[in-house]
């Protein structure tokens, strides 16, 4: 799809050829994920988190149809079909702990993929759309990970749901009727249940449609790499298939082994116990707090403590809980607008001195502190703290990140990928012999060498 | 869509027509589907509650459901009215005396809806030796919002005062919430 040089799909055998005349579905997978699809030779292991996403996206679905066979969305039964399922059905606890840590690890690669993406400036031009759906992607994962974690009906259940749909009360005039028209009622009960496992169940489906807009739109430009310089010619490519198939392969070995060993020995680790104690909408557990994964967002919805007022007086412009109803969605629509927040030519963190300070002593101290603090107690030095964190991951976005793409000089940058990887240009003969040599070592971006 | 020198095409006026009639046949199927969100009928039905005030002591709550929410009932003693009372002129959040919120030809019973008005957790402060938070009231454990004994809003985040439903005395012992 991307390069001129990217091998086409020759039909081997005649079923093949009928095939390929018919419905060329095999031509579009060997030009998406395979041989022909073109993809620069330097990519490092920060590259493997989009094909990990894929798989747990894949690995939620498998088991999420399956548990969707044994459990009735009803208040009356719902916590008692999930102790169903962990008891009486075949296998059903290691279905039922696989959905679980498999929503935490989908998670933790997505954290990683968009991490990456921040590093590296993924989002700059030309791949803003890829960016763009990402982040519809993230926001389509957060919504179905939080109506997901409703259906058992524990006490976490009932009280996150109570308090997340409590955001929408906080928008003035309309909150208060939105809030009863999405439950359904006065408080989550039977409507609600049963409309979030609805939802639950069509969400992964439409999250798979923006999943393929997402890779149509990375095969236009074709992937980025450490270096963030552009493709120039075939030497700076290699084929999808077999080279990074193997590396993913690889990397999809490593986290499958921490996925077994939480899945097999530490099952409950990133749960709440109090989410094995049935709703009761008449009491309120000691300390409500989301799934680990939504900590960042959750502190800086409660960093805000103090109403939004003129000076001087006592007339409140907007209230404590819409401004951090607001400052948390805000948190996440901010990375839409990144790839033009950032206005440096270069892409990779490599070459950007100052960029880079900011990111590792800035941006990842902030976001560790807020995943700290979203799981803390609200009291001090907790509630001071994520207000800290919270104002600089605001000014990180809005303010640090704008003037240093202007002010900063970045390094210089190699001439090309095939030349940050051999340390001078070979020419396009010795392409082949480079490409198995590639394969050897991944350390090409470590230590790129800038031209002259 | 430009009218001709006859006037306006037979044609256009086809195009026009069609999507219009598709467009108010589309909007009206919507109405349905977004309709069918609100709260059921029998939701809307179970909508008033009766409590039985005879037998709650001076100081002495009781939880019931109202609408799915929980409701407390409480009724204050002479201490607890003079420090509420006391506390009308205090600067607060969201003013309101104590007699605003108990209603007229009603002395102590307190009725407040037992949903923080931060985001809908149950405070703690109706039930014996619960945390009553720094001004003998009500506490949220949630986020840590403060409500006086007259559950109005003192410290914390939570916007507003706890909410008084509706209700009326049915009869002497009776109220009828709703």
């Given at each position: ?5 990217a ?29 022909g ?91 803003e ?25 524990g ?22 009727p ?19 496992f ?27 790499n ?19 198939t193997?590396?993913?392969g ?11 060993f ?8 990133l ?40 000076p ?9 809980k819409?401004l951090?109803?607001?400052?948390m ?26 960029f ?60 090309s ?36 | ?50 409590v ?47 007699a ?10 307190l ?22 938070g ?7 454990p ?12 003192r ?21 009828r919430?709703?």
């Amino acid at each position: 799809m991307s390069f001129a040089w990217a091998k086409q799909y020759e039909p081997q055998t005649a079923f093949t050829k009928w095939m390929d005349e018919k419905l060329p579905l095999p031509r579009l997978v060997y030009s998406a994920v395979g041989a022909g699809y073109p993809v620069p030779r330097n990519l490092n292991y920060m590259w493997n988190f989009g094909v990990l996403a894929g798989f747990f996206l894949v690995l939620q679905i498998v088991t999420g149809v399956v548990l969707a066979m044994h459990y009735a969305s009803n208040t009356e039964v719902a916590f008692g079909q999930v102790e169903h399922i962990m008891r009486n059905v075949n296998y059903g606890w290691m279905m039922r702990y696989a959905h679980a840590n498999g929503a935490s690890f989908f998670f933790i690669v997505i954290y990683l993929h968009i991490f990456r993406g921040f590093y590296y400036s993924s989002y700059k031009a030309p791949r803003e759309m890829i960016w763009l759906l990402g982040v519809v992607i993230f926001l389509l994962m957060m919504a179905t990970a939080f109506m997901g974690y409703v259906l058992p009906w524990g006490q976490m259940s009932f009280w996150g749901a109570k308090v997340i749909t409590g955001l929408f009360g906080a928008i003035p005039v309309v909150g208060e009727p939105l809030q009863v028209w999405l439950v359904g009622g006065f408080a989550p009960g039977n409507s609600a249940l049963n409309r979030f496992f609805s939802l639950h169940f069509l969400l992964p489906f439409v999250i798979a449609g923006v999943v393929i807009l997402h890779i149509w739109a990375l095969h236009i430009p074709g992937s980025s790499n450490p270096t963030g310089v552009e493709v120039k010619k075939e030497s700076d490519t290699i084929p999808f298939h077999p080279y990074y198939t193997a590396k993913d392969g690889f990397g999809l070995g490593v986290i499958l082994i921490l996925f077994t060993f939480m899945l097999f020995f530490l099952p409950n680790m990133l749960g709440h116990p109090d989410n094995y104690v049935e709703a009761n909408p008449l009491s309120t557990p000691a300390l409500i707090v989301p799934e680990w994964y939504f900590y960042p967002f959750y502190a800086i919805l409660r960093a805000f403590t103090g109403d939004l007022t003129i000076p001087f007086t006592d007339i409140i412009l907007v209230p404590a809980k819409l401004l951090g109803v607001i400052a948390m969605f805000a948190s996440i629509l901010v990375w839409f607008f990144l790839p033009w927040l950032d206005k440096s030519p270069v892409r990779s963190g490599h070459y950007r001195p100052m960029f880079k300070k900011f990111f590792w002593f800035g941006l990842i101290p902030c976001m560790a502190a807020l995943f700290y603090l979203g799981g803390a107690k609200p009291e001090e030095p907790f509630i001071v703290l994520s207000q800290i964190a919270t104002a600089y991951y605001f000014l990180h976005f809005l303010v640090i990140l704008p003037i240093v793409s202007q002010i900063e000089i970045p390094k210089p940058l190699p001439f090309s990928i095939t030349e940050a990887v051999l340390g001078k240009d070979e020419g396009g003969a010795g392409a082949a012999t480079a490409a198995t040599d590639m394969s050897a070592g991944d350390a090409p971006d470590a230590s790129p060498q800038p031209a002259e | 869509m430009a009218s001709t020198a006859e006037g306006v095409r037979r044609r256009d006026w086809i195009h026009i027509a069609a999507l219009s009639t598709a467009g108010v046949g589309g909007a009206s199927v919507l109405y349905p589907l977004v309709s069918q969100m609100a709260p059921t009928a029998d939701t809307l039905a179970a909508s008033t509650t009766d409590v039985d005030i005879s037998t709650i002591e001076p100081g002495q709550s009781v939880k019931a459901t109202f609408q799915d929410q929980p409701l407390f009932v409480k009724r204050l003693t002479p201490e607890e009215i003079a420090e509420a009372v006391a506390d009308d002129t205090a600067d607060m959040r969201d003013p309101q005396t104590l007699a605003e919120r108990l209603g007229e030809g009603n002395a102590d019973i307190l009725v407040n809806l037992g949903v923080c008005t931060h985001l809908g957790c149950v405070p703690l402060g109706a039930g014996e030796g619960e945390d009553k938070g720094e001004y003998d009231g009500y506490f949220c454990p949630c986020h840590g919002s403060h409500y006086d004994v007259a559950g109005r809003i003192r410290k914390g985040p939570a916007p507003t005062n706890l909410a008084v439903p509706d209700f009326e005395f049915a009869s002497e012992s009776v109220i009828r919430v709703g």
